[in-house]
């Protein structure tokens, strides 16, 4: 199978298996809502069915995600800075990672237990570096336009989301914010696997 047909399967199972697990993780805990809950508290420490969604369901799509950014490296029509940006979407395996492996204590408090502190930081690295390089990746010269101020939009809004949702005021949306950096994470990943790399090895 080739580079970018198998990139495609990878970017697509990743993105379905995030819909899946974030969605039916919700549906197994009690008292979660989607709306006021962040996607890390489906592993909190304490929970019912943490440690299998957590194994089972944030460690499968870093894996697949993880694959998908391998795969597609060797093609992907990026360079200087935005090869950079494109290796700094590895932080979010390692989010998905890390909110399994270092779960949040019960309602994923500032400050906390030594996994939640751990889970903290991670969270504050890889979003700032996810942010970072949706922002470089706009500087691949196979962009233009509007697929390039796509981007920078993207980084933008990411980095809002992000804010917002330490916002004690609005701690009511911030499952909402969440899955909205969600959603700009998984159109990002389809984007690049349609838009950047080259036909003529699928």
Known sequence: MKHTTLARSLAIAAALSAIVVITFGGILKPGYSAMSNFISELTATGTPHAQAIGMFGFIPIAVLLAAFLIVAAPIVQVRGASRVGYF??????????????????????????????????????????????????????????????????????????????????LSAWRGLFQRIAEVILWTAVLFIAWRMLPERNA
Not at 105 to 118: F, L, V
Not at 126 to 150: C, E, I, Q
Request: charged share 5%.
């Open 88 to 169: 700094l979407l590895f932080t979010q395996p390692i989010a998905y990672v890390g909110a399994a492996l270092a779960p949040c204590d019960i309602g994923c408090p500032a400050q906390g237990s030594a996994t939640q502190n751990i889970h903290n930081l991670i969270a504050v690295v890889t979003y700032f570096g996810a942010g970072v390089g949706l922002f470089l990746l706009s500087r691949a010269p196979v962009l233009k336009g509007a697929a390039k101020a796509g981007f920078v939009i993207a980084a933008i809004a990411w980095m809002a989301v992000f804010m917002l949702m330490l916002e004690p005021a």
